[in-house]
């Protein structure tokens, strides 16, 4: 098990040692540390010495903490930043096994006899944070614990690590099936460190609490929006010239987003509104390399979001840090319902039987109860007709020529209002798929001609 602990550090020069505790609920006990003057190294003690994780500080340090001079390089360049950064912060810290993650600062502020203001917004930080943990997640692979130690930092950028914690969150249970996850998420607070608690010697209690937000299963995008959404420059605000430069360079980026984001849409409209069979159908590819587009996108925004100095003033670009949060759960989601279709094959006709275990068994996980139950009817309906069925393809409607004055009227149904049955009776509209038997089994497909109309009521199902 791996353990991640952010801690956003404030003024280098205003830490004191002191004694601090954590309760452990595990044990009915505590652990305590003394003279140690970040909260961040107590709980980094607490998980490899008590709970035996492999842990990593990661100190998210504002370029406002700068002080020297060489202000361009430092300022504006973060490998630069981190490294000026790394002597001071070992001076007053007891382990040496952290890494930093420089964050673009909010506000106004004297750099040596100078002042100056930095353009920046909360959501801009929430968004590099996110993209950090992210990052380490991925390439953990494993279970990971994600603390966000709020005992220190400005509250605005602490309030970003806890919404880029919030999204994370969501993105994990997005990429892992809604009810599963690979990520334990907390918020560390300690006592406040005053003058007197230094004097009386106090110890300092450090509350660990447990984090969780829910995450549905629904689209993180509107497919309305979809020609905007896959446009790399509609996330940066920024002027007309260099959006357009942004659209010539994320051009390949763009054509890759949009050709997964449609399929998105299909597979999820697919498995929303119970329509299986299209799944093998060749009307949904989800052979596409997410991972590689996830980095590109990672590497493109930190790179939106390096500062530029100009007449003290530091800005950076403003991203639209919800829509950014939103791609990047529309991305798990399409990683989720890959692994969900792995071995799935596209052929000439799917039995009753793999669309029946494989699609009962997805949405039972994600408490598809209605979706399930119709699936199950519909599928047993056809199954029924199994005498009448030969092994030449014969479409599903002709087996209904003679029945039952009920099984005439859902004929006569289907021919009055075609969509509206597609989606009633778990995409088998008679009218629209075949049937045979293969070997005792009944196997279906959509009809070839069928196949243009249907993609176009699974990408606007209610349209």
Sequence with gaps: MKALIYQVLGNLEGYSSVTYEIEDGDDAGSFIRRDFKLSSEVLYSYYREKKGYEAKIIYVCPNSLYRGQDIQKYLTDRVSLAESLRDKISNISNYKDFEILPINAIGNYMIGQERFSFKNTPGNVAVQIFLDIMKRINENG??????????????????????????????????????????????????????????????????????????????????????????????????????????????????????????????????????????????????????????ELICFFLEKTKPVLSEKIVAVNNLKWKDVFNLFYSLALFKW??????????????????????????????????????????????????????QQWTCLNELYQEGTSEEKKEKALSTSDIKRNFFAHSGLERTMVEVRKQNEELELRYIKEKLPEICKWLFNPEG
Excluded: W
Aim: glycine share 2%; hydrophobic share 35%; net charge neutral.
């Design 337 to 390: 319902i890959s692994s969900e279709m792995e071995g799935l094959e596209i052929k000439d006709g799917v039995s009753i039987t793999e669309i029946k275990e494989r699609f009962t068994e997805i949405y039972d996980k994600l408490d598809l109860s209605l979706n399930k139950r119709f699936l199950e009817r519909d599928l047993s309906e056809i199954d029924n007709k199994k005498n009448k069925v030969t």
């Design 142 to 295: 494993e279970k990971t614990i994600v603390v966000t130690d709020m005992s220190t930092g400005y509250n605005i950028y602490v309030t970003s690590m806890l919404e880029a914690l919030r999204a994370i969150i969501v993105y994990d249970k997005l990429r892992n099936g809604i009810t599963e996850k690979k990520i334990n998420a907390f918020y560390a607070i300690s006592e406040p460190v005053t003058k007197l608690s230094e004097e009386l010697r106090h110890t300092i209690r450090i509350f660990v609490n447990e984090y969780d937000v829910k995450a549905f299963f629904t689209l993180p995008i509107k497919p309305q929006n979809l020609e905007t959404l896959c446009k790399i420059e509609y996330y940066v605000e920024t002027n007309p010239e260099e959006k357009k430069r942004i659209s010539y360079e994320t051009k390949d980026e763009k054509t890759k987003l949009k050709y997964l984001l449609d399929n998105l849409v299909k597979a999820f409209h697919s498995i929303k509104y119970n329509v299986p069979l299209a799944f093998y159908s060749g009307l949904i590819n989800l052979d596409q390399k997410v991972e590689v587009l996830e980095k």
